[in-house]
């Protein structure tokens, strides 16, 4: 995957940053054959968000900026399949 960055934000929560390719969530077909996207995962202790579109040299930014780009970020929705089992909502689009 690459590199992998951490930071702390302002209410003190400890992020860890890295890219993420599109498709390796569980349910996804690993023979497609479209290109995958690749998007930032941001993870806390108690929270993932994602984002699209950020610039290449995020892995050098500074914390503050850093931190522009995790309120940009949208939150990961995790549900709950009868199984107990759970799935990342995104992967289920597409």
Excluded at 6 to 22: A, L
Excluded at 39 to 63: I, N
Aim: net charge negative.
């Amino acid at each position: 995957m690459g590199a992998v960055v951490s930071f702390r934000d302002e209410k003190g929560t400890v992020w860890s940053i890295q890219e993420d390719p599109e498709g390796t969530d569980e349910g996804r077909e690993l023979d497609e054959l479209r290109p995958r996207a690749v998007r930032l995962r941001f993870a806390s202790e108690s929270e993932e968000r994602t984002l699209h579109g950020y610039p290449d040299d995020w892995a050098r930014l500074e914390p503050r900026q850093l931190q522009l780009l995790l309120r940009r970020a949208t939150p990961v929705v995790i549900r709950f399949a009868r199984h107990g089992r759970h799935r990342n909502a995104e992967s289920d689009r597409g």
